[in-house]
C-alpha cells in the first residue's frame, strides 16, 4: 500500500511526476481508485491540482516514445514555470473566474510545451536555470546528472541547462537546500566533469558522491554532511580547504570564522525540514524564531527579554507556521498576536 502521507505536501508538478500517480491516471483499477478516492476525500483542498494533473496526463501519448524519466521532469518543471503565477493569485471572486479560464488553458498549453520540450531538447540553446521557491514552499529538482536537489523555502539555485563533460557540475546557491549527489567517479581518476561544486557567498563545497544539507542564511553557511566526503573552500584567500567527514558540521559566517563540530545525529537532523520538522540541538526560542522568519517571512517581537533565552526540546512540526506556533503556545505557555507581516510574542 502507498504511503499517503507523503502527498499531501505534492503540488501540480510533483503528481505529473509521481510514477505511481501516473499509472493510476494512465491504468486505473479497482485498488488505484480506491486508493486515491480515500486520500482525495480526506485532502479536499488538492481535489483542482488532482484533476488537471489526470487532464494533462491523459492529453499525452506516452506510447509514442520512450524517453528517459529525468529528461521527462526537467521538461515539465521548465513547462510548469510558465504558470507559477497562477498558483500565486488571490482569491477574490473575479480573480476565481479568471484563475479557472487561466487553467484551462494551461491545461492545454502545457502538453505542447512538454512535448515540445521532449522532441527538442537536445536543440535548446546553452542558458543557466533560475529556481526559486516561495515562503514555506519546498521544491525537489532533478539535475541533468540525474542528481537529486531539494530546496527549502525562501530558496534560490542556479545551475547550467546544459552540463558540459570538459567541465564540472556547477550550483549556486542562496538559502537552504539538501543535495542527493551521483557519484561518477568509478576508477578513482578524478576527471573534471566528476566534479560537483555547490558556491554560496562565503563557501565553495566540492564533492564526488554524497548527501549533504546546506543553510546559507543572515550572513552564515551552514554544512551538514550525513555521507560521503566533501570539501570546503572558503572565500577568504590564504585559508586550507576543510576536508568533511560523516557527521561533521562546519559553520562559516561573513567574517570567515569557522566552527566546526562533529555530530552524526545532529548532521542528520539538519535536513529534517524535507520531512516538516524542524529538529534543532538544544535551541533557544530566539533560534527557532529565526528560522521560521527565515522559512515564513514573518517577524517575531519578543515583548519580554526572557523569551530569547526559553528551550524547546523535542521537534516542532512545520507543515505551516500556525503548526508551529501552536506547539510552542501549548508547551511553553505563551502567546502569539498576529498583526501581518509581524508576530508579537508574550508569557500567557
Not at 483499477?29 to 480515500?38: C, G, H, L, T
Not at 496526463?57 to 506516452?62: A, E, M, Q, T, W
Not at 529525468?70 to 513547462?79: C, D, G, R, T, Y
Not at 521560521?292 to 517575531?300: M, V
Request: aromatic share 10%.
Amino acid at each position: 500500500m502507498k504511503k499517503a502521507g507523503k502527498y499531501r505536501q505534492y503540488v501540480l508538478k510533483d503528481f505529473l511526476c509521481d510514477a505511481y500517480f501516473q499509472d493510476w491516471i494512465q491504468k486505473p483499477d479497482e485498488e488505484k481508485n480506491a486508493f486515491w478516492e480515500q486520500w482525495l476525500q480526506a485532502n479536499p483542498g488538492k481535489r483542482k491540482e488532482i484533476e488537471l494533473a489526470g487532464r494533462i496526463l491523459r492529453s499525452i501519448d506516452f506510447k509514442t516514445s520512450s524517453p528517459d524519466p529525468l529528461k521527462v521532469e526537467a521538461s515539465l518543471n521548465q513547462a510548469l514555470a510558465t504558470i507559477d503565477g497562477l498558483q500565486q493569485q488571490p482569491a477574490g471572486p473575479r480573480t476565481l473566474w479568471i484563475t479557472a479560464r487561466r487553467w484551462s488553458a494551461a491545461a492545454v498549453l502545457i502538453p505542447l510545451l512538454l512535448i515540445g520540450a521532449l522532441i527538442f531538447w537536445r536543440l535548446k540553446a546553452p542558458g543557466r536555470y533560475t529556481v526559486n521557491t516561495d515562503y514555506g514552499k519546498i521544491s525537489r529538482l532533478v539535475l541533468p546528472d540525474s542528481s537529486v536537489v531539494v530546496l527549502n523555502a525562501n530558496s534560490t539555485i542556479k545551475y547550467e541547462k546544459k552540463w558540459d563533460k570538459n567541465a564540472p557540475r556547477e550550483l549556486w546557491l542562496n538559502g537552504e537546500a539538501f543535495f542527493d549527489v551521483k557519484h561518477l567517479d568509478n576508477d578513482h581518476k578524478i576527471e573534471n566533469y566528476e566534479r560537483f561544486i555547490v558556491h554560496t557567498n562565503n563557501t565553495t563545497v566540492e564533492v564526488l558522491g554524497t548527501s549533504f544539507d546546506i543553510r546559507e542564511r543572515r550572513g552564515r553557511t551552514e554544512i551538514s554532511l550525513q555521507k560521503g566526503a566533501i570539501r570546503v573552500l572558503l572565500s577568504k584567500t590564504g585559508v586550507q580547504p576543510i576536508l568533511m567527514k560523516p557527521g561533521d558540521i562546519l559553520l562559516v559566517d561573513s567574517a570567515n570564522v569557522i566552527h566546526r563540530t562533529s555530530n552524526i545525529e545532529h548532521a542528520m537532523n539538519a535536513s529534517s525540514w524535507k520531512e516538516k520538522k524542524l529538529v534543532l540541538s538544544d535551541p533557544t526560542l530566539s533560534e527557532i524564531f529565526k528560522y521560521l522568519e527565515d522559512t515564513y517571512g514573518k517577524t517575531f517581537i519578543l515583548e519580554d527579554p526572557e523569551l530569547a533565552g526559553k528551550k524547546l526540546n523535542g521537534p516542532i512540526l512545520i507543515d505551516s507556521l500556525d503548526d508551529a506556533l501552536f506547539v510552542m503556545s501549548t508547551a511553553l505557555n505563551i502567546s502569539f498576536t498576529n498583526e501581518g507581516d509581524r508576530i508579537r510574542v508574550n508569557f500567557k
